[in-house]
């Protein structure tokens, strides 16, 4: 069955300290895909990234890393140099194939991250 | 800004009442999905529909039902509301609706039922 975990409800860093938050799934499909939104105070749910399972190739994007591992399924998000703007709760999803192709997504619980200035 | 419209912002009304909410997806997009965020149940995922047939049901309530209509456009209909069904919920949109997708999701409908 699908399923994707968050261990992490809450983290705290300091501004400028680096943050990982961790995203481990489980999937029987050889064929999925991974993604990460950021949900602001604001509420609205904002796209990140997404990744396909044959593709394991670290992502980084600005301030933004990514790092997908097929061995320990799991799809982390590490933030350099945290600010405060960066304060958010962040979920991780997985995307599989239901039934006619279309997808099924599954999201994790979210993890809150605070920066405090 | 996503692409993707959702009305009201915000809804507040009572038990036992029925309301529609309404979700227009990006310009191309023909694949529609609505979840439900609370705090002890987290995102669910509630319903799909591609080109204004269902696809794919989640975590939907017989109370809650949906549909696309011919300009794209959903509407999800909660009915014989109960204090639980207080929760944000989110229309999102995708192009194919396939596994490799990626949703876009609107502001968000926050209902209240007092």
């Known amino acids: 069955a699908q399923k994707v975990t968050q261990a992490q409800t809450e983290i705290s860093v300091v501004e400028k300290e680096d943050v990982t938050l961790d995203c481990v799934y489980e999937?029987?499909?050889?064929?999925?895909?991974l993604f990460w939104y950021k949900q602001p105070p604001s509420g609205e749910l904002v796209f990140l990234i997404r990744?396909?399972?044959?593709?394991?190739q670290n992502e980084i994007s600005g301030r933004y890393s990514w790092n997908f591992q097929k061995s320990t399924s799991s799809f982390n998000f590490t933030i350099t140099a945290s600010q405060v703007v960066d304060s958010a709760v962040y979920f991780c999803a997985l995307s599989e194939p239901y039934i006619g192709g279309y997808q099924k997504v599954t999201f994790g619980t979210g993890t809150k991250l605070q920066v405090i200035p | 800004d996503s692409g993707v419209t959702q009305t009201p912002k915000h809804l507040i009304t009572a038990t036992g009442q029925r309301v529609t909410l309404r979700c227009s997806p990006r310009?191309?997009?023909?694949?529609v999905y609505w979840y439900q965020q609370s705090l002890d149940q987290g995102l669910q995922f509630l319903i799909q529909?591609?080109?204004?047939?269902?696809?794919a049901k989640g975590n939907i309530l017989e109370r809650f039902s949906a549909q696309q209509f011919p300009d794209l456009h959903s509407e999800l209909n909660l009915s014989s509301l109960e204090l639980g069904d207080s929760a944000l919920y989110f229309c999102a949109s995708s192009h194919g609706g396939r596994a490799a997708d990626t949703q876009y999701f609107g502001p968000g409908t926050r209902l209240t039922v007092l």
């Open positions: 999937t029987r499909d050889t064929t999925y895909y």
């Open positions: 990744r396909n399972s044959f593709d394991e």
């Open positions: 529909y591609y080109n204004g047939e269902e696809r």
């Open positions: 310009s191309g997009d023909l694949s």
